[in-house]
């Protein structure tokens, strides 16, 4: 799932990234902006750097990867056999908020926001 939610908008942005810088070098600072479309489902699972594919069982990975499953009882259910579906798609959402914190970061001297956004309701967090 990272692959199709995360890597391929990552590719896509870094093959545009010529025009947005050109396009920001005309524009009134932070007008330019990169926007990543996340979710809150991002909220079910931080980065498993050591296990990105979840080819492990999550007792198999360190604590500071594992998901709080009490926050969400039902999810290990929402798979396909024992292929977290649910997990891994909040983990790719994760990567989607993740990147657009560094391309912030990296591109506001050069004039350009970017944005991870939740395209769903408003939540009072």
Do not use: C
């Not at 489902?41 to 007792?59: C, G, Q, V, Y």
Request: without cysteine.
């Amino acid at each position: 799932m990272i692959f199709v939610n995360h890597l391929g908008p990552f590719f896509f942005t870094n093959l545009l990234m010529e025009k947005v810088l050109a396009a920001a070098s005309d524009a009134t600072p932070l007008t330019t902006r990169i926007v990543n479309v996340s979710s809150f489902a991002h909220n079910t699972s931080p980065m498993r750097w050591s296990d990105i594919n979840f080819d492990k069982k999550e007792l198999d990975v360190p604590d500071d990867e594992k998901t709080d499953l009490s926050q969400f009882p039902s999810i290990m259910k929402w798979g396909i056999k024992d292929y977290p579906t649910w997990l891994t798609y909040g983990q790719s959402k994760t990567a989607n908020a993740l990147f657009a914190v560094e391309l912030a970061k990296r591109l506001k001297n050069k004039g350009i926001a970017a944005f991870s956004l939740h395209p769903g309701g408003l939540h009072p967090y």
